[in-house]
C-alpha cells in the first residue's frame, strides 16, 4: 500500500507542478537533451515551449550555463550564438570560453546541428576554437534566424 501511495503522491506532485523537469517529455523532437536541475527550476507542468524558452533566456543571461546542458537544441544553440556574436562585434572579452561550450556539445553525434556546417567546420578543425571563430566571425548575419513555431 505504501508504494502506491508514493506513485500516486508522485503522479500529483508531477500533475501540480511541484516537481521539476530536467528534460523534455518523452516523444518529444528533442527528448535527448537533458538539463542540470540544480541550475534550472523548471516546474513539471510546463509546456516544452515555455521549457526551451526559459532556457534560452537562462543561456542568454548567463551564457555559461550553457554546459550544464546535454544535447542543446539548435535554438538554445543559437541563443549561444547570438551572446559569441555579440562579443565579437562588440570586442567585449573573448568569446574563447563560449565557443568551446559550443564545441563540446558536438562532440555527441546526438546534438541537433543549428547552423549548416558548423558540425563539419568543428570537426574538421579538430575542436580548434581559433578556426570556429573564424568560420563564425566570416557569416555576418548568421545569427538572425527566424524562429518557425513548431
Not at 559569441?84 to 558536438?106: F, H, K, Q, W
Not at 549548416?116 to 581559433?130: A, C, F, Q, W
Request: charged letters at 20%; hydrophobic letters at 40%; glycine letters at 4%.
Amino acid at each position: 500500500m505504501i508504494p502506491t501511495l508514493l506513485q500516486a503522491l508522485a503522479y500529483v506532485s508531477r500533475v501540480c507542478g511541484f516537481d521539476t523537469v530536467d528534460s523534455f517529455p518523452p516523444g518529444h523532437q528533442y527528448a535527448r537533451t537533458r538539463w542540470n536541475r540544480a541550475y534550472f527550476d523548471i516546474a513539471s507542468d510546463v509546456k516544452p515551449e515555455q521549457i526551451e524558452r526559459s532556457l534560452c533566456e537562462s543561456i542568454t543571461n548567463t551564457p555559461l550555463i550553457f554546459s550544464h546542458i546535454t544535447h542543446p537544441t539548435p535554438r538554445m544553440q543559437r541563443a549561444l550564438l547570438a551572446v559569441i556574436e555579440m562579443r565579437m562585434r562588440r570586442s567585449c572579452g573573448s568569446p574563447t570560453d563560449l565557443v568551446a561550450l559550443l564545441m563540446n556539445a558536438y562532440r555527441s553525434p546526438h546534438t541537433p546541428d543549428a547552423m549548416p556546417n558548423l558540425r563539419k567546420v568543428i570537426e574538421d578543425s579538430g575542436y580548434d576554437t581559433n578556426a570556429v571563430l573564424g568560420f563564425l566571425g566570416a557569416m555576418p548575419s548568421a545569427f538572425d534566424v527566424i524562429e518557425a513555431a513548431h
